[in-house]
């Protein structure tokens, strides 16, 4: 009876490893591709944040002030996929997801503060919500969808 229940239980392991192993496998081994197309809408996050904000504001369309207002966020992006190690699990929620979004936040902040560029408490809060909505927001709708 208990050589039954061991090989019950080593069954049920098995069973959870190969499921578990599939969940993980569907968050980190997603391959150069998908890792590109993931780095491509944290791009994205970021663009549509700098264009929506100049936009608002009045700011004019131009090349330049959009890549004024930008490239401090695309820095801050860049450090967030370098210390989180994106390439890893790009589309995690927590692992890849929190870190980015807090890393492009802090980062472009100090970046505009050192360049003479304004960081009101307003703007911190925004920048905040609309990445934070937009870099989760991808990841939870990618998650879901490798889930199915």
Known sequence: MAHADAEGD??????????????AAAHTTL???????????DLCC?????????ASH???E???GAAKTAWPFLAGLLIGWLVTR??????????????VWLATVAAGMALRAVSGQGIAATFVLVALVFLGLAM????????RRMAA
Not at 10 to 17: I, T, V
Not at 46 to 54: H, T
Not at 136 to 143: D, K, L, P, Q
């Open 10 to 23: 080593l069954r049920a392991c098995r069973m959870s490893a190969r499921w578990v192993g599939r969940d």
């Open 31 to 41: 391959g150069p591709m998908r890792m590109v197309t993931a780095a491509v809408l």
């Open 46 to 54: 970021v663009l549509a944040f700098v264009l929506i904000g100049r």
């Open 58 to 60: 009045s700011e004019g």
């Open 62 to 64: 131009t090349l330049a």
């Open 86 to 99: 994106g390439w890893r699990r790009p589309a995690a929620l927590l692992a890849t997801g929190a870190g």
């Open 136 to 143: 989760f927001g991808w990841r939870a709708v990618a998650g």
